[in-house]
Each structure stands twice: as structure tokens, then as C-alpha cells.
């Protein structure tokens, strides 16, 4: 069965600083993958998604991620970290359309010191 | 704005009440999905539907149920409501066909739902 990671439950960052969340996946055939944020109270917002082709994924908000399939991991990047970026971010694996075949990570929270 | 619209926002229940959630969505999208949020745990499917009039359980089923009889909506039940279903309750849909083959899940704003 397919499962995701998240290693960093909570990761704090200073305003303008680089950022790495980690996303490591288990699934049994090429993967569909996605990146979400959450901010407090709201609902998901697709930041990108990895179905085929360029592995350097680009996304909204300046964000980037790169599926690298040697190490099963979609890496979610940014080169300079704005206050607004504070969220949660949840990695997610499968087909969406497979019903219990998509599956979330539990996801790491965000914090940016100004 | 078109897309996912879950109602009510915020609940709060006495154990073994009953109530049901609305999902509506105007995007004539197919697929459509029910979602619990606890913390440290992510999303966990609770069911989910292929299509009008028909259903599956997804990761955690048990305690719910939810009907499709519309393509529009999709509901969700709480038969007798416990404390273990306090949690935040999300629906996504998402298309099959033409623009919608290629996208992700749309998700609504979420329901906050209290069971004392």
C-alpha cells in the first residue's frame, strides 16, 4: 500500500531564508504527486504536482519541488521564505481518482520568524 | 467563485445526535470525497464517490455514512455522533474528463465539527 512521510513535524525559518520540506513515498508504480498548503482555518490549495516528464517542478508562490525517483522523495523548495508562508504543508501520493489509492502525509507546520 | 462549498462551517453536537454535512459542487466533477483532519495525521479518506448514486468506503469509514443522489452533492452522515469524530471534515471533487482529467483535487473551506 502506498503511504507518505514528513519527517519534520515543524520546521521555524527566519523571513528571507531558504526552506526544504521533506517528502519521502512509498507507492508501487510511477507516482502522481502533489504539494498542498493549508493556512489556518482555510482549506487546501494546490501549490504543484508531479504527473510526468521535467522532474523540477514549478509551482505558485515561488515554490519548487523535485521528484527524484532514486530516493522515492518530492522535495518542496524555496529560495527566500516570506512571513505569509507561515502554514501547513502536506505532501501527497496516488491517483486521484484511485479513491484510497491518494493518500496524505500528516503534514509539517511552517513558522517564520520575522 | 465556482468550486467546493461544504456547509455547515462549524458544529457542535452531544454525543449519540445525529447530523449530516453538505458537499456541493458546481463543476459537474465526478469523483467526490470525504475527508477527516486530525492533528499529526494528515487527510484520511473517510469515503468516496465515483459517481451519482454510487459510493466506497475509503480509510475510516466506520460511524459514517453518505449518499450521492445528486452529482452535485455529496453528503455525510453521523448516525449516533462520539467524541472520537470531533475533528475538521473535508470534501474535495475532482473531473475526469476534458479540462478536469489533468487536475488535482479541489477542496472545500472544511466543516469544524465538536461532539461533547
Known amino acids: 500500500a502506498q503511504s507518505v512521510t514528513q519527517p519534520d513535524i515543524h520546521i521555524t525559518v527566519s523571513e528571507g531564508a531558504s526552506l526544504e520540506l521533506r517528502c519521502n513515498y512509498s507507492?508501487?508504480?510511477?507516482?502522481?504527486l502533489f504539494w498542498y498548503v493549508q493556512s489556518p482555518g482555510q482549506g487546501l490549495q494546490l501549490l504543484l504536482k508531479?504527473?510526468?516528464?521535467?522532474?523540477l517542478v514549478q509551482g505558485i508562490k515561488g515554490f519548487e519541488a523535485e521528484f527524484k525517483r532514486s530516493q522515492s522523495s518530492f522535495n518542496l523548495r524555496k529560495p527566500s521564505v516570506h512571513w505569509s508562508d507561515a502554514a501547513e504543508y502536506f505532501c501527497a501520493v496516488g491517483s486521484p481518482w484511485g479513491g484510497q489509492n491518494f493518500v496524505f502525509g500528516p503534514g509539517t507546520r511552517l513558522s517564520v520568524l520575522p | 467563485n465556482a468550486g467546493v462549498t461544504q456547509t455547515p462551517k462549524f458544529r457542535v453536537l452531544k454525543t449519540g445526535q445525529s447530523m449530516t454535512l453538505l458537499c456541493a459542487q458546481d463543476?459537474?466533477?465526478?469523483?467526490m470525497y470525504w475527508y477527516r483532519q486530525d492533528p499529526g495525521m494528515g487527510l484520511r479518506l473517510i469515503h468516496y464517490?465515483?459517481?451519482?448514486?454510487?459510493?466506497a468506503k475509503g480509510e475510516v469509514p466506520d460511524g459514517y455514512n453518505v449518499s450521492r443522489l445528486k452529482k452535485q452533492n455529496f453528503l455525510l452522515g453521523l448516525e449516533s455522533a462520539a467524541p472520537s469524530q470531533t475533528s475538521v471534515y473535508f470534501c474535495?471533487?475532482?473531473?475526469?474528463?476534458?479540462?478536469?482529467?489533468?487536475?488535482?483535487?479541489?477542496f472545500g473551506d472544511g466543516t469544524r465539527l465538536s461532539i461533547l
Open positions: 474535495a471533487s475532482i473531473g475526469m474528463r476534458g479540462a478536469g482529467s489533468n487536475q488535482p483535487q479541489h
Open positions: 464517490s465515483v459517481g451519482e448514486g454510487t459510493t
Open positions: 507507492y508501487g508504480a510511477t507516482p502522481y
Open positions: 508531479y504527473f510526468s516528464g521535467d522532474t
Open positions: 463543476m459537474n466533477h465526478e469523483y
